[in-house]
């Protein structure tokens, strides 16, 4: 399995609270992801990373935020959580943009419920 | 507007039977198409991965084909095991989109003994 690891694994916290997850790879590659899955929706992009200090937004980047301050840490940070952010957090990450730019490898997820 | 449709939503199948799952996207101009699966509580693993020029790609009993002109793909399970029993999701890459993935909803495959 690629070195993908995503914390926390699951979390509850309340409306109104900052939260951040972490994303950490130990396979040097450039490009990070942050995807949210909901029921019905699929995999939807929050933001995504090309290097370090650089990051996009993606479809559903409002109300989030990312940092990437090394090449193997992506963070990603709700800054005041709402019940509608209640979802499954993915990371993913991917060597090139060429063949294939989709992403290779993806972690397991954080379950994250704002009550 | 670019979209990837999966059908069917779900699926249940006999331990031992074949099944296919199809994948039909309007993304263009296209670049290359990956088929995912999502096993309950993980992260999608990818499965295969197909260019315009591929028709076919296999990975043990899990074969893809695609149409390029007709914009379809489909995934083909043979012989199928309790362990296949997951979520199969196409996702689609169109040329100069950059990091813009379609994904699609995904096929829920229940394999029963």
């Known amino acids: 399995d690629a070195g993908i690891t995503q914390s926390p694994r699951h979390k509850v916290t309340e409306t109104g609270t900052p939260v951040t997850l972490r994303c950490h790879q130990t396979?040097?590659?450039?490009?990070m992801y942050w995807y949210r899955q909901d029921p019905g929706h699929g995999l939807r992009l929050i933001h995504y990373s090309y290097g370090v200090k650089d990051t996009d937004k993606g479809e559903v980047s409002d109300g989030y935020s990312v940092s990437r301050s090394k090449t193997e840490d992506f963070l990603l940070t709700l800054e005041s959580a709402t019940s509608s952010q209640t979802s499954v957090y993915f990371c993913?990450?991917?060597?090139?943009?060429?063949?294939?730019?989709?992403?290779?490898?993806f972690g397991d997820g954080t379950r994250l419920s704002i009550l | 507007k670019n979209q990837v449709e999966q059908s069917p939503q779900s699926l249940i199948i006999l331990e031992g039977k074949n099944c296919t799952l199809q994948?039909?996207?309007?993304?263009?101009?296209?670049?290359?198409l990956r088929w995912y699966k999502q096993d309950t509580g993980r992260g999608p693993v990818s499965l295969t991965i197909?260019?315009?020029?591929?028709n076919t790609k296999s990975n043990g009993r899990y074969t893809a084909t695609l149409d390029a002109d007709t914009k379809q793909s489909s995934l083909h399970i043979t012989a199928s095991q309790l362990s296949d029993s997951a979520s199969y999701i196409c996702v689609v890459s169109a040329i100069y989109t950059g990091n813009q993935f379609y994904f699609g909803t995904g096929t829920s495959l229940t394999v029963i003994p």
């Open positions: 994948c039909n996207y309007t993304v263009s101009p296209f670049s290359n």
């Open positions: 396979e040097n590659h450039r490009y």
């Open positions: 197909m260019t315009f020029s591929e």
């Open positions: 993913a990450i991917s060597e090139s943009q060429g063949r294939g730019g989709q992403p290779q490898h």
